[in-house]
């Protein structure tokens, strides 16, 4: 008798698949990309077409310097929108925000309004551009909101421009916005993300000016490159654990895994790439410059990477993307999986995030450059990104830390929890030289003079670049590296706008009072950085951060390991920190605490979400199918017995590892059972400790008894697809 129905009808449903029947072709294939690009996106281009000159210019002056927003403007910019939107066939519009869940939210409101004779025309006001009010009580608020007040508002963002999102039937208006509690308190990400673009801006100035610039505005510039899984739909549907949890929490290591290497960049499946080619066309007309795409190491796995924007709209975007790439698979028959950890056993998915800072004349203010002013100017911000990760590691540490994460960081295929900065050989011995104050140098044969030196050629891509660092220098940028696949990077820019943020504000203050005194910016700058180089380097680290010796290095460094979620989040709430975010108007204390108790919140949720999937498996599916085939192996034994031949050891062998490991299974449910039913006292903390340390024990212990049962249960019965099935079947 066939029992697993689900799992055979998977494999028999893949097998039959067939690109043609699908989306054969693109409606898009054949227009110029040129055409296609950004056709969906309010963007400058169609300001300026469509607006009044005067309108045109102060919108741009609020886009490229931040300055406020003239009122007047909203009414003839939310008209133009309206425009444009309508020719293109968008009936609603909707306030696009990104609560405290992680993800984008919605809520349409249609252009029709009555009017006197009965009948419906349209509108879009400047009041309703600028701001909304969702219903906004069910999302995470941390204890700001208590319902009573509950409503929130959502304002427009003029800084990340508008699109038009395509629906085959119909089409929305989507206005990018912050979410606020009517107080004024963050309740999304991205509120903070913009006042900590211009804490960063205002101190990055001081510096600039210094060194004489005309610019008026630093952006903090960003590069995600996003990795993911994909694999079919139907099992994907045979698995509740990836359609609740998102990743598997049973399944024993497949026979052939990502040892042959033979997945990365390899060539990619026919599906997989129409899947990804329509993405993109998606995309590019969204106006997201995707550039890269490639398999990763493990099988299934891809990564796409657009080209760096300002941090802003790049966070927005790497939204869309992951929101587009999950819309688009589904057309293909695939799922998208964003899980930092999908399949145990097989690497996992992160984000390397690519962050640096440029001036509003263009400047990348990372580019070392090829003159001494340039070179001064590049050392002074390169000091200010190191101290600042020397001083606030913990934070970057927090902006990673969620359940999703700890799977992969220190699993030897990402960087571990110990945050520290990769510079390379040649940048390691320009800074050695810097902080001996000018010491002979044996690779670059010179002394190191600020202003008056020219730094030797920085490579671009330097070829000992170090794919086990957290935070690696690679050539004109920062790549932090330890960002889960499934995050926003808006705390991860938030993070580290506002720790170089006050490293500049310090740097600069010094800088100024010198230069007020008169003396030598160069020589200034020469006296400063020493200190601040040997205030940082214990947080320089060129080796491998993979080793064991590197733990116990970074220890006697002094640096923090936190291993966990729950060993990092405390730092959030830390006097420190909280000084840090308040100085600089990104977070005031509350809102530290708000988001301090949502990350507690969610690490708790998440754990016992995936608690209670772990007992529902193994009881439903895991326990039947053993006991079947237990039942199966006894009647044979009984049947060989009623012969009157001979039982052989290896078959009463086989029949008691079974009766073992069930056992060893039913006592592990019941183990779970318990400490998930446990009522914990205490804080938040105590909850999510809770979680960690006794309920996380209780489900791997499960998960063992579990995957030692699929290597030993006829494969006919066993009830969930395998991972060589999903890793290997396209
Ligand atoms: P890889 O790290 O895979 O070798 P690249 O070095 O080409 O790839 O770039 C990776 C990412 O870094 C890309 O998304 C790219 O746009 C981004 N990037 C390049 N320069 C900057 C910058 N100044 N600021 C932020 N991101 C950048
Ligand atoms: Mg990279």
Redesign the pocket.
Same mark, same amino acid.
Request: cysteine-free; aromatic content about 8%; glycine content about 8%.
């Given at each position: 008798m066939e029992h697993s129905t689900a799992r055979q009808n998977a494999i028999n449903a893949i097998t039959s698949w067939s690109t043609k029947g699908h989306r054969p072709n693109l409606k898009e294939k054949h227009k110029p990309l040129r055409e296609l690009y950004a056709s969906n996106v309010f963007n400058e281009e169609v300001m300026r077409t469509r607006l009044p000159d005067h309108v045109f210019k102060a919108l741009r002056n609020t886009i490229k310097k931040g300055a406020p927003l003239d009122p007047t403007v909203a009414d003839i910019v939310a008209t133009a929108m309206r425009e444009w939107a309508m020719e293109r066939g968008a009936t609603h519009y909707t306030h696009w925000f990104q609560p405290m869940t992680g993800l984008t939210a919605e809520k349409h409101d249609s252009f029709l309004a009555p009017n006197d004779g009965g009948q419906a025309i349209s509108e879009f006001r400047g009041s309703e551009l600028v701001r909304g009010e969702p219903d906004a009580s069910s999302f995470p608020s941390g204890g700001i909101r208590a319902t009573f007040e509950a409503r929130g508002y959502t304002a427009w963002d003029p800084t990340s421009p508008a699109f038009i999102l395509e629906n085959p039937n119909g089409i929305t208006l989507c206005i990018p916005t912050a979410f606020c509690s009517w107080t004024g308190e963050a309740l999304d990400k991205k509120t903070p993300l913009l006042r900590s673009m211009d804490a960063l801006s205002n101190q990055a100035l001081r510096v600039l000016k210094l060194f004489g610039s005309k610019a008026s505005r630093v952006h903090t510039?960003?590069?995600? %490159?996003q990795e993911y899984f994909l694999i079919d739909k139907n099992f994907y549907y045979a698995r509740p654990d990836l359609i609740n949890a998102g990743r598997t929490l049973f399944g024993a290591k497949p026979p052939k895994g990502q040892e042959m290497e033979d997945h990365y960049f390899g060539s990619i499946p026919e599906r997989v790439l129409a899947c990804m080619l329509e993405t993109e066309t998606e995309l590019y007309k969204l106006g997201v410059p995707v550039?890269?795409r490639h398999n990763e190491v493990a099988p299934s796995q891809y990564e796409i990477?657009?080209?760096?924007e300002n941090a802003n709209v790049a966070t927005d975007h790497n939204m869309l993307v992951m929101e587009t790439m999950k819309r688009i698979a589904d057309r293909y028959g695939l799922q998208l999986l964003l899980h930092e950890k999908p399949f145990a056993g097989v690497n996992g998915s992160g984000k390397?995030l690519?962050? !640096?800072m !440029?001036d509003d004349l263009g400047n990348?203010l990372?580019?070392p450059g090829d003159t001494p002013h340039d070179n001064a100017q590049f050392l002074v911000y390169l000091a200010a990104v190191l101290r600042a990760v020397a001083k606030h590691g913990d934070l970057l540490r927090v902006a990673i830390a969620y359940a999703g994460n700890d799977h992969r960081l220190g699993a030897n295929e990402a960087p571990p929890a110990i945050i520290s900065v990769f510079l390379g050989d040649m940048l390691q011995d320009i800074v050695d030289q810097i902080e001996k104050g000018g010491a002979k140098s044996t690779k670059t044969g010179g002394t190191m003079t600020v202003g008056v030196s020219v730094l030797p050629t920085l490579p671009r891509?330097p070829g000992d670049r170090n794919r086990t660092s957290p935070f690696a220098f690679?050539?004109?940028?920062f %790549?932090f590296r330890a960002v889960g696949s499934s995050q926003s990077i808006s705390g991860p820019n938030i993070v580290l706008n506002t720790i170089v943020a006050e490293s500049l504000d310090e740097i600069a203050t010094v800088l100024e009072k010198g230069v007020a005194a008169g003396k030598d910016l160069n020589s200034e700058i020469q006296a400063l950085l020493p200190k601040l180089i040997a205030e940082s380097k214990q947080v320089i680290f060129n080796g491998d951060n993979y080793t064991e010796a590197w733990h116990s290095e970074a220890e006697k460094r002094g640096l923090p390991n936190r291993r966990s979620t729950i060993d990092s989040l405390p730092d959030l709430i830390s006097p420190k920190s909280i000084a840090l975010f308040g100085k600089y108007g990104v977070l005031s204390e509350r809102e530290v605490h708000s988001r301090y108790e949502i990350l507690l919140e969610n690490y708790k949720k998440t754990v016992n979400i995936e608690s209670q999937l772990t007992i529902q498996i193994a009881k439903r599916m895991i326990l039947p199918a053993s006991l079947r085939y237990q039942s199966e192996v006894a009647q044979a034994i009984a049947n060989l017995k009623a012969t009157g031949a001979a039982v052989p050891k290896t078959q009463s062998a086989l029949l008691s590892e079974l009766v073992t490991t069930i056992e060893e299974l039913e006592t592990a449910i019941d183990v779970l059972e318990e400490v998930s039913e446990h009522h914990v006292d205490g804080d938040s903390l105590s909850h999510a400790k809770y979680s960690h340390d006794k309920i996380i024990p209780a489900m791997n212990a499960v998960r063992t008894a579990g995957d030692k049962l699929e290597g030993l249960v006829a494969d006919d019965l066993w009830p969930l697809p395998t991972y060589q099935e999903m890793l290997f079947i396209k």
């Open positions: 510039t960003a590069g995600p %490159e550039k890269t990477a657009p080209i760096f390397h690519n962050w !640096s !440029s990348n990372l580019k891509d690679t050539g004109n940028k %790549e």
